[in-house]
């Protein structure tokens, strides 16, 4: 994702922890126009996420950053753009108080690290960049995907987790989050507590209010997972292969990191639209060329 501005500049490393400071380095402390300018690439993340996930706002955004208390892990690649460098992509994450069901269906209530949003850039996609963010916040987080809740995380999440972190099939839940086999066994008994099916003040209630939920209003008559249509649970069949450290995406060779500008980027690619099937036949016929030598 290009912007009009030096992205080197604005984040020295090629991984930027944000948090409600919106203080990406020291150089940009206290000086008002990079500052705006870190505004813009967070918003401009943020649309692109939503559109791509078919969203009808944004769930991340400068204003909501400062006013929560998340973190967001961005991604750069240096050398783009005519060094001046572009945005490859970004993960959200934070804690939340959830009601979650374990396996006996029982009530139970933790805090766990969420998955709040994630995404790269169209172009980008399928090349290892969303892995190398993921275990950049999984090294800085000393935490297992395990032991984190996802937000209503979308078919191609469903099937990154898979994939890379052996993440399948999931405990249901009644509200938007998922989390799978395994979170209940590895959490600390201290970070879960069993809670009563009534409280004194009424019966539980396990939605909790997010961004999302927001969002999503039109689909909680039947909340996720329980929609049958289009379940995205589906899509993560067997597919995981954490032995191949990455799988085969992050093998292929990557792109030039930004052919797409930030502004009037392409039409949102879902895993089946036609353009994205002809960029994929473009790309393993290139892979194929290159594996033969020929460039
Ligand atoms: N269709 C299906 N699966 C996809 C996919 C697509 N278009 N793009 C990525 N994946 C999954 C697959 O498991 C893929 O492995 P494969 O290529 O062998 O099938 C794997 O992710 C690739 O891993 P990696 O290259 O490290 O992931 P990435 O850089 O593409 O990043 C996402 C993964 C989900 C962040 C990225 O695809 C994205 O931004 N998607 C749009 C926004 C979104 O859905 N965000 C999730 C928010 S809940």
Redesign the pocket.
């Known amino acids: 994702m290009e912007f009009p501005f030096d992205i080197n500049h604005l984040f020295p490393e090629r991984f930027s922890i944000l948090d409600q400071t919106l203080v990406a380095g020291r150089k940009t402390a206290g000086m008002p126009h990079l500052q705006a300018n870190i505004e813009t690439v967070i918003d401009e993340l943020g649309r692109a ?1 939503a559109k ?2 078919q969203l009808p706002a944004s769930i991340t955004s400068a204003s909501k950053l400062q006013s929560q208390k998340h973190q967001l892990y961005l991604l750069k690649d240096v050398e783009s753009n005519g060094g001046r460098g572009v945005v490859v ?1 970004f ?1 959200k994450v934070g804690y939340k108080k959830l009601f979650l069901l374990d396996r006996q269906g029982s009530h139970v209530e933790a805090e766990p690290l969420c ?1 709040l ?6 172009n ?11 275990d950049f916040m999984l090294q800085h987080k000393k935490l297992k995907p395990v032991l984190m809740a ?8 469903l ?2 987790l ?3 972190y052996c993440l399948t099939p999931s405990v249901p839940q009644a509200n938007n989050f998922v989390v799978f086999e395994g979170f209940f066994v590895n959490i600390s008994v201290a970070q879960l507590r069993k809670v009563p099916l009534r409280k004194p003040d009424g019966e539980i209630k396990p939605y909790s209010l997010m961004e999302r939920e927001v969002v999503h209003q039109e689909q909680r008559a039947r909340p996720w997972p329980f929609a049958p249509p289009h379940s995205p649970q589906r ?1 993560v069949s067997s ?1 995981c292969s954490p032995s191949l450290s ?5 093998s ?1 060779p990557r792109p030039q990191a930004a052919q797409v500008p930030a502004l009037g980027r392409s039409r949102e ?3 089946q639209s036609p353009l ?1 099937e002809r960029c994929r036949e473009r790309r393993s016929s290139s892979l194929n060329r290159s594996h033969q030598g020929l460039h």
Do not use: C, V
């Not at 980008?124 to 960049?129: F, H, P, S, T």
């Open positions: 996420s791509a996930q992509g993960l998955i949003d994630f995404y790269i850039a169209e980008l996609q399928r090349y290892g960049y969303g892995r190398e963010l993921f996802y937000d209503r995380p979308s078919p191609k999440f099937s990154f898979a994939k890379h899509s597919q990455g799988g085969s995406s992050p292929r690619q879902s895993p994205l």
